[in-house]
């Protein structure tokens, strides 16, 4: 799916401000904007559908972004949900990726993305011991792998020189990648650079790269229990080294047991996506829109 872009004009109606305060948000880093070759700025439709909605603006007109974009999306997660669902049943790629990308270009926060549409509808496929269920998840694993890489193809567009650094990935015997790619792609999203270890990561690669690139965050993705006690010793060993240069460690997993927990060091453990986000927004906030240029709920400019 293309991506839609809006001009500074396009934006100013929509969000209800002025021209001047659009290309100031943009100046200010408020707002992400990408220069064509003739220095003409030009706003990703999702970027301007997400800053509308978080700065609460009373003259905000989504339905006209959405008109501007020429998106057949549905608004109700649930639709989007079901949407998804049949994509993965008839293995149809083209179908997901309209899912996928629609929801984010109008506006659908990427974590509410992941936790109520993307992973509920993949997780209905696992059914342990059924190889026809596992061959089902595999293949819409496949598929959704690659709606994800184009989304983060389009997240990167807005990375900038400033990003923080986060470093993460799927812990030993743990072949799935799925969890951990949503983690970069959430963190992504909330203007960091993450880097993604990838699955079956062993843990002393966490602690390589916790050496080599000094990151702020580290992250582990558990799909399933680390095998045993040793295991939970080693993780422990470059948990608590990442802790002693302050960096935050992220636990994350639907794998692991609340008995193998109590039994980890981490600074967090966060079951869902949106705590994630909020984890990621708290340490790296976003620039927030100024009361300057911000309209009153009679119209007027502050």
């Not at 100046?27 to 990703?44: C, M, N, V």
């Not at 966490?206 to 690139?213: D, I, T």
């Not at 986000?277 to 340490?283: E, F, N």
Request: aromatic residues 4%; neutral net charge.
């Amino acid at each position: 799916m293309d991506q839609r872009y809006l001009s500074t004009a396009e934006a100013s109606k929509a969000l209800g401000v002025s021209v001047s305060t659009v290309k100031r948000w943009v100046d200010d880093g408020i707002l992400p904007a990408h220069k064509t070759a003739g220095g003409h700025r030009k706003l990703l439709l999702s970027d301007v559908v997400r800053l509308g909605r978080a700065g609460r603006l009373p003259n905000l007109d989504v339905s006209r972004l959405e008109v501007l974009g020429g998106l057949d999306v549905p608004k109700e997660q649930e639709d989007l949900k079901t949407l998804a669902c049949k994509a993965l049943d008839n293995a149809d790629g083209n179908a997901l990726r309209s899912v996928v990308m629609g929801a984010y270009q109008t506006g659908l926060a990427i974590n509410c993305l992941f936790d109520d549409i993307i992973l509920p509808a993949i997780q209905r496929l696992v059914v342990p011991g059924s190889p026809e269920r596992s061959f089902r998840y595999q293949q819409a694993l496949q598929e959704c792998k690659g709606s994800l890489y184009e989304l983060k193809s389009v997240l990167e567009l807005r990375a900038t020189q400033q990003c923080p650094l986060a470093v993460g990935g799927a812990g030993p015997s743990d072949h799935d990648p799925l969890q951990s790619l949503l983690i970069q792609l959430v963190l992504l999203d909330a203007g960091w650079d993450p880097v993604n270890l990838g699955p079956n990561t062993p843990l002393e690669s966490f602690g390589a790269a916790l050496a080599e690139l000094r990151p702020r965050l580290l992250w582990f993705s558990f799909s399933k229990p680390l095998v045993d006690d040793s295991a939970i010793d080693s993780f422990n060993r470059v948990s608590r080294e990442a802790m002693s240069r302050g960096v935050c460690v992220v636990l994350h997993g639907p794998g692991l047991s609340e008995q193998q927990r109590r039994l980890m060091s981490y600074t967090t453990y966060a079951d869902r996506m949106e705590h994630v986000a909020a984890l990621a927004q708290a340490m790296h906030p976003a620039p927030k829109i100024p009361r300057r240029g911000r309209p009153t709920l009679d119209g007027s400019a502050n």
